[in-house]
């Protein structure tokens, strides 16, 4: 499938602080960004998607931003908490859906 | 309760004795698929199913087969494990391919020795 870069592979912050998780994409047809949560020893769950639509989406502590002419979205975690602490995948849908190799996020109290 | 299920959940085997992992769904999905998941390399998709008879290579399926005779069962097989295919598997449904929410199972974590 097509390759989605993601950055960086761990994370480490400090309760509070924010926490950014970029992707890049090289699929121009992609239009379907979702990011997906992994808890230690738990299945992925979906948090938050956007379309090629919109430019910006959030829900609560959580944000997703959209550059398509860069080719590159985001995820921004603001108020960081420790339950935040995990590992998110990135995702790009065109002809299939792809994703990215993870970031392990780490919420230290 | 709207659920994927996968079994078993954990298995270790030896070289060569051929294995099952069933996975299931309760939603309805047209669409279901198998991922690895391994450290460093994120998901990787073995096989996925449009539909009923319908199924297709992913990014990585040398090594594995799969059947969907009934929409709801989506059965991953390894005719003749080896050791690289030791990994944790993840099966995952959802109503299309590329624009839909991704419901995953519970994972099989499996060891070849």
């Known amino acids: 499938g097509e390759n989605v870069e993601q950055h960086p592979s761990t994370l480490s912050v400090q309760e509070g602080d924010s926490a950014v998780i970029k992707c890049t994409y090289s699929d121009s047809a992609s239009n379907y960004f979702p990011w997906y949560k992994q808890e230690l020893g738990k299945r992925p769950q979906l948090i938050i998607d956007?379309?090629?639509?919109?430019g910006e989406k959030k829900d609560q502590r959580i944000a997703v931003t959209l550059n398509k002419t860069a080719k590159h979205f985001s995820l921004h975690i603001t108020e960081t908490q420790p339950e935040d602490s995990a590992v998110y995948f990135c995702?790009?849908?065109?002809?299939?859906?792809?994703f990215g190799k993870g970031t392990s996020l780490l919420v230290t109290p | 309760e709207a659920q994927v299920t996968q079994n078993p959940r954990y298995l270790i085997t030896v070289t060569g004795k051929k294995l099952t992992v069933t996975c299931s769904q309760n939603m309805n999905h047209e669409y279901m698929s198998w991922y690895r998941q391994d450290p460093g390399l994120g998901l990787r998709q073995i096989y996925y199913s449009m539909n009923v008879e319908v199924t297709d290579k992913g990014d990585v399926p040398e090594g594995y087969k799969v059947s969907r005779k009934e929409k709801r069962n989506f059965p991953l097989i390894l005719e003749s494990p080896s050791p690289n295919q030791t990994s944790l598997y993840f099966c995952a449904s959802s109503f299309g391919r590329d624009e839909y929410e991704q419901y995953f199972g519970p994972g099989t974590r499996l060891t070849v020795t």
């Open positions: 995702a790009n849908s065109g002809y299939a859906l792809n």
């Open positions: 956007i379309r090629s639509n919109v």
